[in-house]
């Protein structure tokens, strides 16, 4: 696939300016499949992992693995709000104190429990899922790396999935940006 | 022996639970439609998977997220059009729309407070009008009908929840341009079983 990148609007604003007029709804990620354009972050994973086989093979297990995700973005959000997007010094650190102390812990606690009802391996379906490799993503960008350590089936999970081969040399090789 | 009837669960009020109780009236699926009240909530919290509400409730699983619920309902009963790419497509759309839902839920609950209430709903507009406006060339560009693959989908019927939850919180301008929106939320409400709903269900006092 084509990994087409855009100077980060932080550091210089005119290759996003000149961009932005011309994507669905004025915001990136956006995805080129042959003739047809998506956007939406979630909506261009969820459709790619469907298309590879690492979606759900039913329903159910479809609904399990959006499930994750969605806790998982709800964190997420939070942590781009503290970390990227407000500007304020004082509400950036109530902001992250309160990523700290309680979003993160409360969604690792749950996830954790999540993961031991459904087996202990993985996320959903008994199998490496899109999900397993969200919450490998998320917990990777995490700026304190020892916070998994505390989630013993969680920590198991973010190991397997960053030990994978692809996963691994993807990492290794991908372009260093600051976002 | 017969399935189970299904149980969503959440406040009583549409929120994030709305589009699910949409599209299971579109489909005239007879389930539980739970409400309750803060109280309730605080002693049921421990024991949610995520300390949320809403939570769908069949065959003695819990399916949590709002989203992640309506598309699995949405799934279910036909509503994610015909092909991997319309599925898409409708995510992209709800997945828009949930964009300002968020910035407008603030605004809904600052509404017993006039002067409070403007101020928030200002802010909400600075995502809603250029949001609204992007969703009607969106529409245009597939066909001015539908959201996501040229037939009705639940990104229709969210698109309903959201607008309607825009004129609540007093921001119809954001929709000033956008007949082709204002036209097929009007066909969303026509449907006979989506009017059913709206005229049967619980009245809720902002």
Redesign the interface.
């Known amino acids: 696939y084509e990994d087409h990148r855009l100077e980060s609007p932080f550091i210089n604003a005119e290759p996003w300016v000149a961009y932005k007029p011309s994507t669905?709804?004025?915001q990136l990620p956006v995805l080129k499949?042959g003739d047809?354009e998506?956007?939406?972050?979630?909506?261009?994973a969820?459709?790619v992992a469907?298309?590879f086989g690492l979606g759900g093979n039913n329903?159910?297990e479809?609904?399990?693995m959006?499930?994750v995700v969605?806790?998982l973005s709800d964190a997420t959000e939070k942590q781009y709000n503290a970390f990227l997007f407000e500007k304020d010094e004082t509400k950036k650190a109530a902001l992250q104190k309160a990523f700290n102390e309680e979003v993160l812990p409360?969604t690792f606690k749950?996830l954790e429990?999540?993961i031991e009802g459904r087996g202990g391996e993985y996320m959903a379906a008994g199998r490496l899922s899109w999900a397993d490799i969200m919450f490998y993503h998320f917990a990777a960008e995490l700026p304190d790396k020892e916070v998994i350590k505390g989630y013993a089936k969680l920590n198991a999970l973010f190991n397997k999935v960053a030990n994978l081969p692809k996963i691994k040399s993807w990492v290794e090789r991908r372009p260093d940006s600051a976002v | 022996m017969a399935p189970n009837k299904m149980t969503l669960t959440y406040f009583d009020g549409p929120g994030r639970a709305e589009i699910s109780r949409l599209i299971m009236a579109y489909a005239g699926v007879d389930f539980e439609d739970k409400r309750i009240d803060f109280a309730e909530f605080s002693r049921l919290k421990p024991s949610l998977p995520y300390g949320q509400l809403p939570t769908l409730e069949m065959d003695g699983k819990c399916l949590c997220q709002s989203t992640t619920i309506a598309r699995y309902l949405a799934n279910k009963y036909n509503l994610t059009g015909h092909c991997a790419m319309s599925a898409a497509q409708a995510d992209e759309v709800v997945d828009a729309l949930n964009d300002m839902q968020g910035k407008l839920f603030p605004v809904y609950l600052a509404l017993k407070d006039p002067a409070a209430a403007k101020e928030k709903l200002a802010e909400a507009l600075k995502v809603c009008t250029p949001g609204f406006a992007n969703l009607e060339k969106r529409l245009e560009a597939r066909g001015g009908q539908f959201l996501a693959g040229n037939t009705l989908t639940w990104a229709d019927l969210h698109l309903h929840v959201v607008t309607n939850l825009l004129v609540t919180c007093g921001g119809d301008a954001a929709l000033a341009g956008c007949f082709k929106i204002k036209d097929l939320n009007s066909r969303v409400a026509a449907l006979p079983n989506i009017k059913k709903w709206v005229e049967s269900r619980p009245v809720t006092k902002v």
Do not use: W
């Not at chain 1, 998506?38 to 261009?44: G, N, V």
């Open positions: 669905p709804y004025g499949d047809v998506i956007a939406q972050s979630m909506t261009i969820r459709y469907n298309k329903p159910l479809s609904a399990q959006d499930e969605d806790a409360n749950n429990k999540r």
